[in-house]
């Protein structure tokens, strides 16, 4: 079966422009994360999506970020006036309801940010 | 707050031969879940293997093993009879057990070479 899809898979933008980056989670998954992987480093965690319930936005590193999960199924991922510091590979994961349950990764959006 | 460290940014190892990565993490909780992922090149991130902390059964996927220390707050992964494949960047994870949601904790990594 498919597994987690990212769009796109590289990203080029000006700075002070917005971006909006997609993810297909694994049909089924009630489980929608978003993580950031700046360079040399671990996975930041930026905001949760569990089935209809609200979101865990605590992550989320200022007011310019903000994602969706429309139907259950496909996130984006926004980013408003982008800026040097927001270069990164963004993952997205999604997996079965259940802390014991393994996130399945997509193979992220390297975002350069000029 | 549960934070996960992993001590060696970079190990190398000879292809057919063992390595072990070192996890240490910090947490008051005694009912967790840890986790190794692996990344190659390609980005995409695999379980490796996963540990229940009410086990005290070490797990073992294939080449793959864990060395479980509950009480030192130790879980690292031995790679057997290294494989060029192996070659990758490795997190180890934390996940508590407590009901509900828990946010999923990640290390820093441990950049794995394999030398043929």
């Known amino acids: 079966g498919a597994g987690v899809s990212q769009s796109p898979s590289n990203k080029v933008t000006e700075k002070g422009k917005d971006v909006e980056l997609r993810c297909d989670p694994i049909s089924g998954h009630t489980a929608l994360y978003w993580y950031r992987q700046s360079l040399g480093q671990g996975l930041e965690f930026l905001i949760y999506f569990q089935g209809n319930s609200a979101p865990d936005k605590s992550g989320l590193p200022s007011d310019r970020f903000s994602a969706e999960r429309t139907g259950g199924s496909v996130s984006t991922l926004t980013i408003q006036r982008t800026q040097q510091e927001d270069s990164a590979v963004y993952l997205c994961?999604?997996?079965?309801?259940?802390?014991?349950?393994?996130?399945?990764f997509g193979p992220g959006t390297r975002l350069t940010v000029l | 707050a549960q934070t996960v460290t992993q001590s060696q940014p970079e190990m190398s190892v000879q292809e057919a031969e063992t390595v072990t990565l070192s996890c240490t993490y910090d947490?008051?909780?005694?009912?967790?879940?840890l986790f190794w992922y692996k990344q190659p090149p390609s980005r995409q991130m695999i379980l490796v293997i996963r540990?229940?902390?009410?086990?005290?059964q070490n797990a073992t996927e294939n080449r793959f093993s864990v060395n479980f220390q509950k009480a030192a707050k130790s879980f690292s992964l031995k790679i057997s009879d290294s494989q060029l494949g192996d070659a990758a960047m490795y997190f180890c994870?934390?996940?508590?057990?407590?009901?509900?949601?828990?946010?999923?904790?990640f290390g820093t990594g441990t950049k794995l070479q394999v030398i043929p």
């Open positions: 994870a934390y996940r508590s057990h407590l009901g509900g949601y828990q946010k999923v904790t």
């Open positions: 947490t008051s909780e005694s009912d967790y879940y």
């Open positions: 540990q229940e902390a009410y086990k005290q």
């Open positions: 994961a999604s997996s079965l309801a259940g802390n014991y349950n393994e996130q399945f």
